[in-house]
T-cell receptor
Framework: EDQVTQSPEALRLQEGESSSLNCSYT??????LFWYRQDPGKGPEFLFT???AGEEKEKERLKATLTKKESFLHITAPKPEDSATYLCAVKRGATNKLIFGTGTLLAVQP | DVKVTQSSRYLVKRTGEKVFLECVQD?????MFWYRQDPGLGLRLIYF???????EKGDIPEGYSVSREKKERFSLILESASTNQTSMYLC????????????FGAGTRLSVL
């Protein structure tokens, strides 16, 4: 059965303290892994798509990487405005449907 | 920029009422989705539409129906609202071609009393 697991559930960092969020997945034939950011009371906002092991993408302080079994979202020198819930999702087979993890709630304190 | 608009940010309804949640996208996307989001459970797919008048059940369709009469609009219907349908409802849309990025609306927080 296709599954996405994110860890940790919550993470508290000091401003400037780098860390990584994990997304492990079980899917037959990965056809895309997506990272989203969600602010309280809002819909998820697209960040990255990764397709194959070894692929990396960057945006400001965020870098997403992919292996055959998991993806990491690395946050370098985070700022308070990076505080949000980060969601990971994978495509289900040949469909356009996604399976989401339950997210990591990141809090960055000044 | 893609824009997905949900008609209400907050709704309060009574048990047994018929509830309509509306979603409109402005990017001519073929596919549209309805999710609900609950703490600890993440986003769960309720229904999916891949074309006008075409729909497919998601993981938790019980108690819900949908309507897609026009390409830009996808409606979620709670035939008889129950308290366990209190949740955040999110609409999303995507093209039918890769990379199939789903774009989300701001969400509707529904409370059923």
């Amino acid at each position: 059965e296709d599954q996405v697991t994110q860890s940790p559930e919550a993470l508290r960092l000091q401003e400037g303290e780098s860390s990584s969020l994990n997304c492990s997945y079980t899917v037959s034939g990965l056809r895309g892994l997506f990272w989203y950011r969600q602010d309280p009371g809002k819909g998820p906002e697209f960040l990255f798509t990764l397709y194959s092991a070894g692929e990396e993408k960057e945006k400001e302080r965020l870098k997403a990487t992919l292996t055959k079994k998991e993806s990491f979202l690395h946050i370098t020198a985070p700022k308070p405005e990076d505080s949000a819930t980060y969601l990971c999702a994978v495509k289900r087979g040949a469909t356009n449907k996604l399976i989401f993890g339950t997210g990591t709630l990141l809090a960055v304190q000044p | 920029d893609v824009k997905v608009t949900q008609s209400s940010r907050y709704l309060v309804k009574r048990t047994g009422e018929k509830v309509f949640l509306e979603c409109v996208q402005d990017m001519d996307h073929e596919n549209m989705f309805w999710y609900r989001q609950d703490p600890g459970l993440g986003l769960r797919l309720i229904y999916f539409s891949y074309d006008v008048k075409m729909k497919e059940k998601g993981d938790i369709p019980e108690g819900y129906s949908v309507s897609r009469e026009k390409k830009e609009r996808f409606s979620l219907i709670l035939e008889s609202a129950s308290t366990n349908q209190t949740s955040m409802y999110l609409c999303a849309s995507t093209r039918g071609t890769e990379p199939n990025i789903q774009y989300f609306g701001a969400g509707t927080r529904l409370s059923v009393l």
